[in-house]
């Protein structure tokens, strides 16, 4: 069982507003999403999952991390989405949430970047992911979604 932690080095400077705070972006699906950098704990490039049976599909398993047990969910699959072969970019993102430790597996991490909290905005109701909570546009015309941590583990 092989355990890889990736470094995040690439970061954007934010704006010089009191507001700021740091996301971990990563790629499900071609969607770019964000994270706040407050619920990482780490990233893995490369780990054994456990399959577990009569589980809800896009809950790839479990792994052992440290003596702890996490469940892992494909953030593909929690969206609906088709599932893909992992590749070498695949990651999975330890994110802890109201005390609880879950790993999710998306297709790569991106970069940190720090974010104005004031630029962030609703999704449009008809475009509106279970998932997300809000989006911000950036300078070159791409979107970044916000993963509504909370949401992911209520089901």
Request: aromatic share 6%.
């Amino acid at each position: 069982m092989a355990e890889t932690t990736v470094d995040l080095i690439e970061t954007e400077e934010g704006q010089s507003s009191k507001s700021t705070q740091r996301f971990l972006t990563f790629v499900s699906d071609n969607i770019t999403f964000g994270v706040s950098t407050d619920y990482v704990i780490e990233i893995l490039s490369s780990y054994m999952i456990c399959t577990l049976p009569m589980v809800p599909d896009y809950i790839k398993g479990i792994i052992n991390l440290r003596g702890q047990t996490i469940p892992i969910i494909d953030i593909r699959l929690r969206m609906g989405k088709m599932p893909q072969d992992y590749t070498d970019a695949t990651c999975i993102i330890i994110l802890e949430i109201k005390d609880i430790s879950v790993g999710i597996v998306v297709d790569s991490v991106t970069q940190v970047l720090d974010i104005d909290l004031d630029r962030i905005s609703p999704i449009p109701t008809q475009n509106q992911q279970e998932l997300t909570s809000s989006m911000i546009s950036r300078e070159d015309g791409s979107v970044i979604l916000f993963l509504d941590c909370e949401e992911l583990i209520s089901q």
